[in-house]
Each structure stands twice: as structure tokens, then as C-alpha cells.
């Protein structure tokens, strides 16, 4: 049988076209395909994200080492800045140029003032599509809701619980501590074992003083132990005098804290800046700290630190336990200068369960805004450290008694020039106070009446304090503490002396 002819109808030229062709083909081919291998990658868009914590430190880092994930999911480089100056990012928001995309902080009631003004993008629908919003605490949503509009998502969530204790410098000198949840110290107990902490050697409190915020956690448990929520809320909200003599006994009772020269020298407790206690938790040089619960994210010993209440001093309150909490919100400006709709994204992402899982898992913070990461961390679907669990559980048991940060809730203006300065202030200079609080008391007339806050703020709206004027119960001899260190007392109280101060 002969061949099949092959190549019959086509000629010689017509095939060695076609080779040709083939070849070309084939070469182009390659060629396209090494240059889309070869390529340049595409720019990464870029995001441009304020926050209050410093690059360069322990939460700044943990911060940039969550988002690295973002950033590769969606093509992204998160240009951070750490900075906590809040009224230059809200004059930067008003002018309509702003030079982030998201801004992170803890400032409510200035955030609030900008949702108001239509300075932020509404979230609501956002959150809604998404199913984020369903997973948040309602508490936190709450912060930034304004008018039925959701304006920040909470990136954290935070309690100030009481005072962080250094275990192993308690149990070298045989001193107890609480035992169980519902366990506190009275005022007299906690005194005590301070002054046995200060012949020790031991500075008992760490201070935070050099940058005046960590003081006001000192303070916001005096006031509730004195006279609970109501008490508490009027200070907050400015419905009650400086210079009335509850508000006075409330620092007095800070006062003694200094007389007693339980957070050292006045030199010494001025210089601390608040990471800087730390180590001088570690090294034995300080035992307690009034700080939140990101405290073991900052210890190199989880376990060496652990929570317990504030001491009670009106024994009528002793049983009402309160925990302050609040955390940080992230929000968008209208005028966000690269990419909106990335920014509401990202903003987004914060709030999910990914992001809050890895939060709890570091031990950056010990609980969360979404209940679906507090839940997980509670079952122990994901693993937390030893003391966020006791804060768990406290969160847990005592939710119906969270209270908002004293300060972070003032006008922003009063709260940064005024309270947490003065609070400061009392450390150096604590035989001046009267004269502080009378200063208070006329920068905050101005000051509330300025920013109309009875009718701006929603925490503050409908506030009324109807309880007493003078806390009658026990003073634990402060008013003598205070005299014997020669810090004067106000007139009404002197006035007392010749009858015995309690």
C-alpha cells in the first residue's frame, strides 16, 4: 500500500508560511510571557493611618504587625504615624484637607463634635452589609452613634480594672492579696500594706505622672468608691463644683496617696513616663500600679502581674463593683485624600473578628469590642494570657456596671489643659490644691458652657446629681495625713477640727 501524500494541495512556499507563522506565534508568545514575568510589580495603593500609639513601641508594633496581613490580602501599604494630638487631626479634618485616610483615637466627644458637624463618613450601611456590626458590643458602637448614625468602629476595647501588683514583690514580704473576684481591700487595708511595701523600701504606687494621663486612673476609682455611679457621672459631666466638699474629699483622698509619699519623692514620681514603670515593676523598685489591662502586654512576665479590684472606702458601696472601660475608635473623614473607599475597608477590618482575635491572642488588650473575638477567647477557642482572663471574667460578672473614662469624656479642651494637668500638678505641688480645684472649677464653667456639653453630649444629657454634698463616712484619718504633711484643708472641714477629724 502506498503513502497518503501528505503534503497533496499544498504547496512547498504554502507550507514553509505556515512554519513561519507558527514560529512567530510561538515567539511572541514567549515573549509577552517573560515580560509579564519579568514586570515590574504593581505600586501598592497607599493608606494613610493616624494612631495614638508610637511606631516604635511595644503597642505601635503590634499595631503594624496585625495589619501586615491587610496589607498583603489587599494590595495596601499602611503608612502609619503614631501621634496622640488629637485637636490638630480635628482642625485637619474641618479644613477639608486632611492628610490621613483613617484616623484611630480615643477622644470621643471630639469625634462626636465632627460626626455632628458632617466632617466623618457614615459607617452604618457599611457595618450592616458587612455583618460586622452585629458581631460589636453595643456599648462600644454606642460611643459613636450619633443621631442613629454610626460614624467609628471601636478598634479596641480596654477596662481600667484597679491596680496591677508585682506578685513576686508581694509574696518576698509575706503580704496577701485578694483571692477571689469578689474579694477587696478597704481603704485601711490598702494603706497598710503600702506603708509596709514603703519600710521595705518599696515605692508602692507607680505613677504614669510625666504624662499626666495614668493619674486619672488613680482618681476614678476614689470617686466611685465614694459615691458611686451618680457621684461620678457629675464630675464627668460637670454637675458638680469643683470646690464643693464632696468633690474636695474626693481629693483629698488622692492627696493622701501623695502626703504619704507613696509614689516616692515628688521628683521621682514626676519623672515617670507610663511605660517607664514597668521596669521598675520588674526590677522590684515599685509594687502597684493604677493602670488598664494592656499592662502584661508590657511585662516581660505574664504571670508576675495581676489584677485586682480598687480598694472601697464608703463601706455602704463596698459590694458595688465598677469597671471602667472604654476603648479606641476608627474613623474616616469625607475628605480622606487617596482611596475612601479602602479607607472604609480597612476601617472595617479593624472592627472584625480576624483583627480582634490576634488583638486578644498577643495580649495586646484582654478584652474586645466583638463579642465573636470575646466569645472565642473565653471558650478558649484562641489562647489569651493568665491575667486577661480575670478580666474576662470580671467584664463578664460586672457588665451592667461599666463606666466610661472620667476624662476622655470631658471636652476635649478641659480635659488636656486643665484636668489632667492639674492632676499632675498636685504631685509636685500638693499643698496648692484648693487653689487647683478653684482654677478647675472656673475653666470648666467656661469651658461646658462654651460647648454646651448638657445638650452636645449624649453621656452627659439628662445627668442630675441629687446626693449629698458631703461624703459622711469614714475618712480613715486623711484630713490629719493631710495637715501633719502641710497641705491645708478647706474652711468648711477646718472648721470641724475642734470636734476630731475621722
Known amino acids: 500500500m502506498s503513502k497518503p501524500n501528505l503534503g497533496k494541495g499544498i504547496s512547498r512556499t504554502a507550507l514553509i508560511g ?95 463634635q465632627l460626626a455632628a458637624g458632617g466632617y466623618l463618613v457614615d459607617l452604618t450601611p457599611y457595618l450592616e452589609r458587612s455583618g460586622v456590626l452585629s458581631q460589636l458590643i453595643p456599648y462600644y458602637v454606642n460611643y459613636l452613634n450619633v443621631s442613629g448614625a ?48 514603703k519600710s521595705h523600701g518599696v515605692i508602692p504606687l507607680g505613677s504614669g505622672a510625666a504624662d499626666e494621663w495614668p493619674l486619672v486612673i488613680v ?103 465598677f469597671i471602667v472601660s472604654s476603648g479606641d475608635w476608627a474613623v474616616v473623614p469625607k475628605d480622606a485624600p487617596h ?47 493568665p491575667a486577661s482572663k480575670v478580666v474576662e471574667e470580671w467584664v463578664l460578672q460586672f457588665s451592667n456596671n461599666l463606666l466610661p473614662d472620667i476624662a476622655d469624656n470631658m471636652p476635649s479642651q478641659f480635659e488636656h489643659d486643665v484636668f489632667w494637668p492639674t492632676l499632675a500638678k498636685m504631685i509636685s505641688n500638693p499643698s496648692g490644691w484648693l487653689n487647683d480645684l478653684a482654677y478647675m472649677e472656673q475653666e470648666a464653667n467656661l469651658i461646658y458652657n462654651q460647648t454646651n456639653w448638657d445638650n452636645t453630649y449624649y453621656l452627659c444629657q439628662n445627668v442630675t446629681y441629687t446626693g449629698p454634698s458631703v461624703y459622711t463616712g469614714p475618712m480613715y484619718g486623711v484630713p490629719q495625713s493631710l495637715q501633719s504633711s502641710g497641705i491645708p484643708l478647706p474652711s468648711w472641714q477646718t472648721s470641724q477640727s475642734s470636734q476630731g477629724l475621722r
Open 18 to 112: 505556515i512554519v513561519v507563522v507558527v514560529v512567530v506565534v510561538i515567539a511572541i508568545g514567549a515573549y509577552f510571557a517573560y515580560v509579564s514575568l519579568h514586570k515590574p510589580p504593581t505600586k501598592p495603593q497607599v493608606l494613610v493611618v493616624y494612631g495614638p500609639w508610637g511606631v516604635n513601641t511595644p503597642e505601635g508594633q503590634a499595631f503594624l504587625s496585625i495589619v501586615s496581613s491587610f496589607e498583603k490580602e489587599y494590595h495596601v501599604k499602611v503608612e502609619y504615624v503614631g501621634t496622640t494630638d488629637y485637636t490638630t487631626e480635628a482642625q485637619e479634618i474641618e479644613s477639608g484637607s486632611p492628610p490621613f485616610d483613617v484616623v484611630i483615637n480615643a477622644e470621643v466627644s471630639l469625634l462626636r
Open 150 to 197: 454610626v460614624y467609628g468602629v471601636p478598634v479596641d476595647a480596654w477596662t481600667k480594672p484597679g491596680i496591677y501588683v508585682w506578685v513576686p514583690t508581694f509574696e518576698r514580704y509575706n503580704i496577701p492579696l485578694p483571692q477571689s473576684i469578689s474579694t477587696r481591700w478597704s481603704w485601711t487595708q490598702f494603706m497598710n500594706y503600702a506603708s509596709d511595701l
Open 219 to 321: 482618681y476614678e476609682p476614689i470617686v466611685y468608691s465614694i459615691g458611686g455611679k451618680d457621684l461620678y457621672y457629675a464630675i464627668m459631666c460637670h454637675k458638680i463644683s469643683y470646690t464643693s466638699p464632696i468633690v474636695e474629699q474626693t481629693f483629698e483622698f488622692y492627696l493622701a496617696l501623695i502626703a504619704k509619699g507613696y509614689f516616692g519623692t515628688p521628683a521621682f514620681a514626676a519623672s515617670q513616663h507610663f511605660t517607664g514603670v514597668y521596669p521598675l515593676m520588674e526590677n522590684g523598685t515599685v509594687a502597684m500600679y493604677f493602670m488598664g489591662d494592656w499592662t502584661p502586654f508590657f511585662l516581660h512576665n505574664y504571670t508576675a502581674a495581676q489584677p485586682i479590684m480598687a480598694p472601697y472606702i464608703n463601706p455602704t458601696l463596698a459590694n458595688q463593683y
Open 339 to 385: 482611596n475612601k473607599t479602602l479607607a472604609i475597608e480597612f476601617a472595617l477590618w479593624l472592627a472584625s473578628k480576624e483583627f480582634q482575635e490576634k488583638v486578644l491572642e498577643i495580649g495586646w488588650r484582654a478584652i474586645s469590642p466583638n463579642r465573636a473575638a470575646m466569645e472565642a477567647a473565653v471558650s478558649g477557642q484562641i489562647t489569651v494570657p
